[in-house]
């Protein structure tokens, strides 16, 4: 079989194709057959020497992906040959308390190989209108947007919600949160982009290279503040969600993608905030998720999708910053 290497941290240059022998399944284990693979701003990180966390040389990355089992172990209960299945990108946290050690693709090999052995109740199945393309796109970014709007964010109808760009998770955000009745405002710097948020659900759409006081005009449409900030820019970007908040509002935490100075914490005193950072999801909440999904009718936006072999291709269109939602890789 083939499957990829990070040799080093010098970006989509350090990814190195090999072949090596199909891994045989342990008793409590299930052998995937990989049909599709999706990648998250996490894995740019990760190649480029960036992620801050203890990953070494030689890695397998990505963390998400979908395929069919193909050979169970002797002990395994849950599965059989045929099972479409999806990995859990923290394979530890079954329910309850956070579990986030030992995440695919960072701290331990990820899935970006034809074949993946995984433990039995480290996969859960997808929803069954989705192919195995759109099914890779959940573990990461879609379980992160669902466990900051649903479950830490309590969605219900009429509630507003502030999502940033159009990168998987706020893609998800919105389309998960709009489906909920929520009123949706989301923000890019793209007039094309914005179109397209728009028409996937969002109510009030922002150019925040056009406003750069975005956080005074989400918080004036939503009539004196939003209740719930998606902020996946860091930095550089939490001043702005800090002011488009309602008073005892909450703000999201999910990535970092932009830089910027520190924040002064007498605003979130101030308005009385709840920040709270979010670290994808359980399996619990996984399979929570993907019956919403299948009562929704609810499909992954995916920008584009690069066959297998061409993997460092899709690593630099995501790097473009060109997409909107996912980008996917599929078995050749």
């Known amino acids: 079989m083939r499957r990829y290497r990070l040799d080093g941290f010098a970006g989509t240059s350090s990814l190195r194709l090999e072949r090596c022998d199909v891994p045989v399944p342990g008793p409590r284990q299930v052998l995937v057959r990989m049909r599709a693979w999706s990648l998250n701003h996490r894995d740019l990180l990760i190649a480029h020497g960036r992620y801050g966390?203890?990953?070494?040389?030689?890695?397998?990355?990505?963390?998400?992906?979908?395929?069919?089992?193909?050979?169970?172990?002797?002990?395994?209960?849950?599965?059989r040959p045929g099972d479409a299945v999806v990995?859990?990108?923290?394979?530890?946290?079954?329910?309850?308390?956070p579990r986030v050690?030992?995440?695919?693709?960072?701290?331990?090999?990820?899935?970006?190989?034809?074949?993946?052995?995984?433990?039995?109740?480290?996969?859960?199945?997808?929803?069954?209108?989705?192919?195995?393309?759109?099914?890779?796109?959940?573990?990461?970014?879609?379980?992160t947007a669902w466990q900051a709007v649903v479950e830490l964010g309590g969605l219900h109808p009429g509630q507003s919600v502030l999502t940033l760009g159009s990168g998987g998770v706020s893609v998800f955000a919105l389309q998960i949160a709009?489906?909920?009745?929520?009123?949706?405002?989301a923000?890019?710097?793209?007039?094309?982009?914005?179109?397209?948020?728009?028409?996937?659900?969002?109510?009030?759409?922002?150019?925040?290279?056009?406003t750069p006081d975005w956080g005074a005009r989400a918080a004036a449409w939503s009539g004196g503040g939003v209740d719930h900030v998606i902020e996946?820019?860091?930095?550089?970007?939490?001043?702005?969600?800090?002011?488009?908040?309602?008073?005892?509002?909450?703000?999201?935490?999910?990535?970092?993608l932009g830089g910027g100075p520190g924040i002064s914490p007498v605003p979130l005193l101030r308005k009385v905030l709840c920040v709270q950072g979010v670290q994808v999801g359980s399996a619990e909440m996984f399979r929570a998720m993907n019956r919403a999904l299948e009562h929704h009718r609810i499909r992954p936006?995916?920008?584009?999708?690069?066959?297998?072999?061409?993997?460092?291709?899709?690593?630099?269109?995501?790097?473009?910053?060109?997409?909107?939602?996912?980008?996917?890789?599929?078995?050749?």
């Open 178 to 185: 709009a489906a909920g009745g929520a009123r949706v405002i």
């Open 301 to 332: 936006v995916i920008d584009r999708v690069f066959p297998f072999s061409r993997a460092a291709e899709a690593f630099r269109h995501l790097e473009s910053g060109a997409h909107i939602g996912k980008v996917v890789l599929t078995a050749e």
């Open 232 to 256: 996946v820019g860091g930095a550089g970007t939490m001043r702005q969600s800090i002011s488009a908040a309602r008073v005892g509002g909450r703000i999201s935490v999910i990535g970092v």
């Open 53 to 79: 966390r203890d990953v070494l040389p030689g890695l397998v990355p990505l963390s998400d992906g979908a395929g069919e089992v193909v050979r169970s172990g002797a002990e395994v209960t849950r599965w």
């Open 101 to 143: 050690d030992r995440a695919l693709g960072g701290s331990v090999d990820g899935v970006l190989a034809e074949y993946v052995v995984f433990d039995e109740d480290a996969v859960v199945a997808p929803p069954s209108h989705l192919d195995f393309a759109e099914a890779a796109t959940l573990p990461c970014a879609a379980l």
């Open 187 to 210: 923000t890019s710097g793209s007039a094309s982009k914005l179109e397209r948020l728009r028409a996937l659900g969002a109510c009030e759409v922002i150019d925040h290279a056009r």
């Open 87 to 97: 990995g859990l990108f923290l394979p530890g946290w079954q329910s309850g308390r």
